[in-house]
């Protein structure tokens, strides 16, 4: 039976706010627009901030185009003041070193594992070091983006590291096409790949 992810992520988020709580939660994001919505839904239950680590964006032109879109959604949302931005040095060599041999695989295969797992770890990782409560990443509000893949590799991974993954399908309840209007709304630029040089764009 398929699992709702985005229902999994109501009721964990209902359990780990109990009584008021607001655990702080590292936020994994691939770009402004996906994180529009994203933030809109975590800010009112977590203490957000974000990570921005993606090695995979190329050229770098690119890497920076995002970056400052990410940074203009803070801004428009009126969240400069209340999420923090963690950044880590652009370095392409990163992403390169984990999909040696996948290079020409389809979208969706096992190059894009590797990458969704080279980004996850570093934010699990990070959020270890920071004694954040719990981490989250904005990839499945993607419609192109598998949710199954992305919370299997997320659950994994916060269980050897021993920091709570919040699972979530933000695609769900509608979560992408807000994203388009709040994205639209304010002005970001929505970029017209994932950001691979394999990507097929």
Excluded: W
């Excluded at 199954?148 to 769900?172: I, M, Q, R, S, T």
């Amino acid at each position: 039976m398929k699992i709702n992810y985005q229902l999994l992520c109501e009721k964990k988020t209902e359990e780990l706010t109990k009584g008021g709580r607001r655990p702080s939660l590292l936020l994994h994001s691939c770009c402004g627009p996906c994180s529009t919505y994203v933030l809109e839904y975590l800010t009112k239950h977590f203490d957000v901030s974000i990570l921005f680590y993606n090695p995979n964006i190329f050229p770098e032109k690119e890497y920076i185009k995002r970056l400052s879109a990410q940074r203009e959604v803070l801004l428009k949302m009126n969240l400069e003041d209340s999420v923090k931005i963690i950044e880590f040095p652009y370095d392409y060599n990163e992403f390169i070193s984990v999909i040696p041999g996948f290079e020409q695989e389809p979208e969706g295969g096992s190059r894009c594992t590797r990458c969704f797992e080279l980004r996850l770890e570093k934010t699990v990782r990070t959020a270890k070091k920071l004694n954040f409560d719990c981490f989250a990443t904005t990839l499945s509000v993607s419609p192109h983006k598998n949710a199954e893949l992305l919370n299997g590799l997320g659950e994994k991974l916060g269980l050897e590291h021993g920091v709570e993954y919040l699972p979530a399908d933000f695609k769900k309840r509608e979560g992408y096409k807000r994203s388009v209007v709040l994205s639209k709304e304010y002005g970001i630029y929505r970029q017209e790949y994932c950001g691979c040089e394999f990507s097929g764009k």
